[in-house]
């Protein structure tokens, strides 16, 4: 693992659906705080292009993106906030939240974490290394994968989540561009966001994986919550 935490199944149940596309709404409203204009906004492009793949409605994106650019008298604020610990066993995990109430968020992070142990900002970060992350499957007469990687400009690639995927991982400031490159190469690309990579996973017998990801689904249950990354094999 290492990465980005996902439950299994969880993709194929509606509330979980539906709990996808509040999130990338939220993502959509925050990037777009920087510009309405996708073409002249790579984050804003690239959550959008997220939304898209979920098959969120597009009435419902452009919503999003007026209320984040402020072009709407219920333009919603968030904010960004990240909250370090560890789940049990000392399986270090990075939380990020959107919230529109902090005062909501910390009380409920801290009271999820009874089981692990929340630490301060830089507590197991500097563990895990921030990168561009970009989930990408090969379309008929690309380019291997490590050659596509080369060509692109990624630092490095490996097997993804989902069977047949590859992910490239770059420089947070290359993650538009190499997400053009794999593209151009006949890479489809299905994700490309920032994210943190551990440096050191840890490895865990079943019974002790099975709390873990228990915590870790808790935790991915508060609406606030944005992302999981967790250091864990």
Same mark, same amino acid.
């Given at each position: 693992?290492?990465?980005?935490?996902?439950?299994?199944?969880?993709?194929?149940?509606?509330?979980?659906?539906?709990?996808?596309?509040?999130?990338?709404?939220?993502?959509?409203?925050?990037?777009?705080?920087?510009?309405? =204009?996708? #073409?002249?906004? +790579?984050?804003?492009?690239? !959550?959008?292009?997220?939304?898209?793949?979920? $098959? %969120?409605?597009?009435? @419902?994106?452009?919503?999003?993106?007026?209320?984040?650019?402020?072009?709407?008298?219920?333009?919603?604020?968030?904010?960004?906030?990240?909250?370090?610990?560890?789940?049990?066993?000392?399986?270090?995990?990075?939380?990020?939240?959107?919230?529109?109430?902090?005062?909501?968020?910390?009380?409920?992070?801290?009271?999820?974490?009874?089981?692990?142990?929340?630490?301060?900002?830089?507590?197991?970060?500097?563990?895990?290394?921030?990168?561009?992350?970009?989930?990408?499957?090969?379309?008929?007469?690309?380019?291997?994968?490590? =050659?596509? #990687?080369?060509? +692109?400009?990624?630092?490095? !690639?490996?097997?993804?989540?989902?069977?047949? $995927? %590859?992910?490239?991982? @770059?420089?947070?400031?290359?993650?538009?561009?190499?997400?053009?490159?794999?593209?151009?190469?006949?890479?489809?690309?299905?994700?490309?966001?920032?994210?943190?990579?551990?440096?050191?996973?840890?490895?865990?017998?079943?019974?002790?994986?099975?709390?873990?990801?228990?915590?870790?689904?808790?935790?991915?249950?508060?609406?606030?919550?944005?992302?999981?990354?967790?250091?864990?094999?």
């Amino acid at each position: 693992m290492g990465a980005q935490w996902k439950t299994k199944g969880k993709v194929e149940s509606a509330n979980a659906k539906g709990k996808i596309i509040s999130k990338l709404a939220k993502e959509i409203m925050i990037a777009a705080k920087s510009g309405a =204009d996708p #073409a002249m906004n +790579a984050r804003l492009r690239m !959550v959008v292009d997220a939304a898209k793949r979920a $098959s %969120m409605p597009k009435d @419902t994106i452009d919503r999003a993106i007026k209320k984040g650019a402020g072009l709407l008298d219920d333009g919603a604020s968030f904010d960004h906030v990240v909250y370090e610990g560890f789940a049990p066993h000392r399986v270090p995990v990075i939380v990020e939240c959107l919230t529109d109430n902090k005062n909501r968020t910390g009380p409920n992070i801290r009271t999820l974490f009874r089981k692990g142990q929340l630490g301060a900002a830089g507590s197991v970060s500097w563990d895990f290394r921030h990168l561009g992350m970009i989930t990408a499957t090969p379309e008929a007469g690309a380019a291997d994968a490590e =050659d596509a #990687a080369i060509e +692109a400009g990624a630092q490095e !690639v490996e097997a993804g989540h989902d069977e047949g $995927s %590859m992910l490239f991982l @770059t420089e947070p400031t290359d993650l538009d561009a190499v997400s053009r490159a794999l593209a151009g190469q006949k890479w489809h690309v299905t994700s490309a966001v920032m994210g943190w990579k551990a440096k050191n996973p840890v490895k865990l017998d079943e019974a002790a994986r099975a709390e873990v990801e228990a915590f870790l689904h808790m935790l991915d249950e508060d609406d606030d919550v944005q992302t999981l990354y967790v250091g864990m094999e």
